[in-house]
């Protein structure tokens, strides 16, 4: 059984700064692919980082060059670095896990970023 536990996210001006952490546990092949989805106000939920046990990383086009996702193998934890925040990635931030990029099964609780406009 795979657990994901969030901690992270807040109120930060726009071109703040915020970190993401995602405490991960469960099997090594539930848990190779850790990333972190977004959902926005009336949005679906996207992609925005993601990576592998082999750190191998994948990043959504609007965050390339502001986010950094990285791994530590040991405590199996995931983190999100989040550069000059914009009002448009408000949401609700998701920890997920799974085998690879394609199939994430397992959800954290969720945390909220705000960046006021």
């Known amino acids: 059984q795979v657990q994901l536990v969030e901690s992270g996210g807040g109120l930060v001006q726009a071109g703040g700064s915020l970190r993401l952490s995602c405490a991960a546990s469960g099997s090594r092949n539930s848990i190779n692919a850790l990333g972190w989805f977004r959902q926005g106000p009336e949005k679906q939920r996207e992609l925005v980082a993601a990576?592998?046990?082999?750190?191998?990383?994948k990043y959504s086009d609007s965050v390339k060059g502001r986010f950094n996702i990285s791994r530590d193998k040991v405590r199996k934890t995931v983190y999100l670095r989040m550069n000059n925040l914009k009002p448009e990635e408000n949401g609700v931030y998701y920890c997920?896990?799974?085998?690879?990029?394609?199939?994430?099964?397992?959800w954290g609780q969720g945390n909220q970023v705000t960046v006021p406009s």
């Open positions: 997920a896990a799974g085998p690879g990029f394609s199939t994430f099964l397992s």
């Open positions: 990576i592998t046990g082999g750190q191998i990383t």
